[in-house]
């Protein structure tokens, strides 16, 4: 038997819609600019950039309602509104949940500035905060995505705008990486990202999945 010098953390996981089963969170996929709009507000031309990939550690997840906390180091986080594919066996898609995909956008505009790697600026703790799996069939495939802060709406976009759409991008990610089930793909955000501070209470709605609801601590 294995002794293991500290005890092994807890598996990061998802509740799953209408059932009590949990989705056991392995790696976290993200694509950035697939929303041409959005690549145009962060200053890129979306038709000769390619959408492309990040990652989150699965441990950045924040589920079941809790509330992130304002990270350290940043004076500019920012929200992004994403739907979230979650993989299974044979790294196929076999649910759906709406994500944030959290952002220390100051952060990452000095990355972009001096060509550093993203991690800090997008791979921190709590930086994914993420609703319950849907599992079968996107519900919506062209339906509505959007984002309040305190009820004001801040995004709002539909699923049939991206660049890539899910298949695509799965197809893209299985290029670059062996996909496995408990890996979500964060699938890029709509335009109107923009910061919160704490206090602020967010809201993120995709057609036909659970809404995402939670307050920056
Ligand atoms: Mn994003």
Redesign the pocket.
């Known amino acids: 038997m294995t002794q293991w010098l500290f005890p092994p953390r807890p598996t990061p996981s998802l509740p799953i819609t209408g059932s009590d089963l949990r989705f056991p969170v392995r790696r976290i996929l993200?694509?950035?600019q697939?929303y041409a709009a959005?690549a145009r507000e962060m200053g890129s031309d979306p038709d000769k950039q390619t959408p492309f990939f990040f990652s989150k550690p699965g441990d950045a997840i924040v589920s079941d309602g809790a509330n992130p906390a304002y990270p350290s180091a940043t004076a500019n986080l920012h929200y992004?509104a994403?739907l979230v594919a979650a993989i299974g066996e044979g790294g196929r898609i076999v649910g759906w949940a709406v994500g944030c995909?959290l952002?220390r956008r100051d952060l990452q505009a000095e990355a972009k500035k001096t060509g550093r790697p993203w991690d800090a600026a997008?791979g921190f703790d709590q930086s994914a905060p993420c609703g319950s799996v849907t599992l079968g069939d996107l519900p919506s495939p062209a339906g509505a995505i959007a984002l309040t802060v305190n009820g004001e709406t801040k995004q709002s976009g539909a699923l049939d705008d991206m660049i890539l759409n899910p298949d695509r991008i799965v197809e893209a990610a299985g290029k670059l990486w062996t996909l496995a089930p408990g890996d979500l793909i964060?699938t890029?955000?709509p335009s109107g990202?923009g910061p919160v501070v704490r206090g602020d209470a967010v809201v993120v709605t995709i057609d036909g999945l659970e809404t995402l609801a939670f307050e920056v601590a």
Request: hydrophobic share 20%; net charge negative.
């Open positions: 993200c694509v950035g697939n959005h992004e994403e995909d952002t997008k964060f890029g955000t990202v």
